[in-house]
């Protein structure tokens, strides 16, 4: 399984931001997918996560202000983002767990910077 992410870029504080990862190779194995972020001299957290049942997890900091969801058609997983806040700004990456429950795989990192 590959995953990409793309949508990042520079928005203002309070503005609206959409993140997209999408998935290719033997999709039907992935449990879950999840969004994490670092931020410059931070340790990597997790955003959101989203099963192969649709149930999610939001760290919360996120809480209200980001959305998780999946388009199965298209294996295509979205990080809806709103009310961006300069401390939003990190570096996201997109992560699954393939064949299992623990994140094994991971995409390359999309740069968010939200300015005050």
């Known amino acids: 399984v590959q995953l990409q992410a793309f949508g990042g870029g520079l928005v203002q504080a309070g503005k609206s931001l959409r993140l997209s990862c999408a998935a290719s190779?033997?999709?039907?194995?992935?449990?879950?997918m999840a969004w994490y972020r670092q931020a410059p001299g931070k340790q990597r957290e997790l955003v959101a996560l989203i099963r192969s049942d649709g149930s999610t997890n939001y760290a919360g900091s996120v809480k209200g202000r980001f959305t998780i969801s999946r388009d199965n058609a298209k294996n295509i997983v979205y990080l809806q983002m709103n009310s961006l806040e300069p401390e939003d700004t990190a570096i996201y990456s997109c992560?699954?767990?393939?064949?299992?429950?623990?994140?094994?795989?991971w995409g390359q990192g999309t740069l968010v910077t939200v300015s005050s």
């Open positions: 190779g033997s999709t039907s194995s992935i449990n879950l």
């Open positions: 992560a699954a767990a393939i064949a299992t429950w623990q994140v094994n795989r």
